[in-house]
């Protein structure tokens, strides 16, 4: 009886649910893959392990990096119950949707329907017929005790107004307005209207998956790199070239992705490439000043498990008679220096003219 009106419910339910569809499938036409972010909003005070083993993610520094909690948290660290933490994924572009690739993988358990697990385990990160349909199940109320399910989470590989962002699937508060997250997230209500195809904040629905760019730090990574594009948001780092490499992002410091070498033991070899700029005095995440020049050598990337690349990357502090060079940031100060001598001089000219 339970179940006949259980059935009866999800019938109902799912003649309403098509609608807000749309809002969840996040768009991605690059035929791609990248890594992406979900945030989920654990539903109990639970282990950082035990929500590292639902999502399926390898390793834990990942996840651990993307929380910017730091890299020798324990396995048994607590979630506090609502916490939202984020989750990093492999994301793949599929005609025209984003989906985290063939992960995480769901195994049924007894009383377990569709739209409990999309609602109720991975707390509305997706609607329970995007499960049905990469699962190619027929009937959603039909669902085995142990069958394994894909669980393809919203993600996207797309840029965003032409720059290159992360993708942070971001689960809609109740009562929350667009501009709100435009601010939390360091980005404008118009970006967001436009990407997620909404116009105003009554389309914005509760408890479901809101695509949100995330800035990442400008790098030197090559593109013919491993790890490229090689994207890191700000207030997170990560682990890259096999372990080897830690690379975090901090938006004080000018967005320019900062490396090291982690001191960790690689993947899968005993130790780790060399990691020197070209002259060999300098590694990977050291400074050298030369009068205004200060000159850091920059992970560029990695191949293979033999070679990490490095390129000397120099910010210059020099005055504005000398060669051109230096940061874009440090040339729009010389250029508000100039308009500010400029401004200076009329009025000293002007002073004179008075004098006069
Ligand atoms: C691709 O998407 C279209 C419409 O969104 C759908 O009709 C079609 O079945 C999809 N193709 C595959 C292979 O999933
Ligand atoms: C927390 O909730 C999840 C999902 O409902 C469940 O699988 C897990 O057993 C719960 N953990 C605890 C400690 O209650
Ligand atoms: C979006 O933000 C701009 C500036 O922050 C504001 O002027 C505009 O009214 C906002 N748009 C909406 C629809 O609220
Ligand atoms: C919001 O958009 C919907 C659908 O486009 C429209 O029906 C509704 O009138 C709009 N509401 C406001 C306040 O503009
Ligand atoms: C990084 O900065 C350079 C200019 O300094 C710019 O050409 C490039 O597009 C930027 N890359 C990203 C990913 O923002
Ligand atoms: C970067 O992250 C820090 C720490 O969370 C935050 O205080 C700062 O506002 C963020 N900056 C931007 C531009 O998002
Ligand atoms: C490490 O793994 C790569 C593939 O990921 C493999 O090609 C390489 O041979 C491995 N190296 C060692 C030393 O096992
Ligand atoms: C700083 O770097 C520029 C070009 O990168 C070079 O022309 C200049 O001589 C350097 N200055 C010093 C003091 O090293």
Redesign the pocket.
Known sequence: MGFAIILMCLLFYSSFTTISEAQQAFKCTERTTCRSLVGYKSPNTTSISSIQKLFGVKNLHSLLGANNLRSSTSPNYMIQEQQVIKIPIPCICFNGTGASNKMPIYTVQPDDGLYYIANNVFMGLLPYQRIQQVNKIENANEIDVGQELWIPLPCSCEEVEG??VVHYAHLVEEGSTVEEIAEKFGTTNDTLYRLNGITNNSQLIAATAFDVPLKAC?SSVRSDSMDSPFLVPNNTYFFTAKNCVKCKCDAANNWILQCEPSGNKPSNRSTCPAMQCEGGSLTIGNTATSGCNTTTCAYAGFSGDQNIFTTPATQSTCPVTTAPGG??GNFASRIGLSRNYLFICIHMILFLVYLL
Do not use: T, Y
Request: aromatic content about 0%.
């Open positions: 720059e290159r400008n940061s874009p």
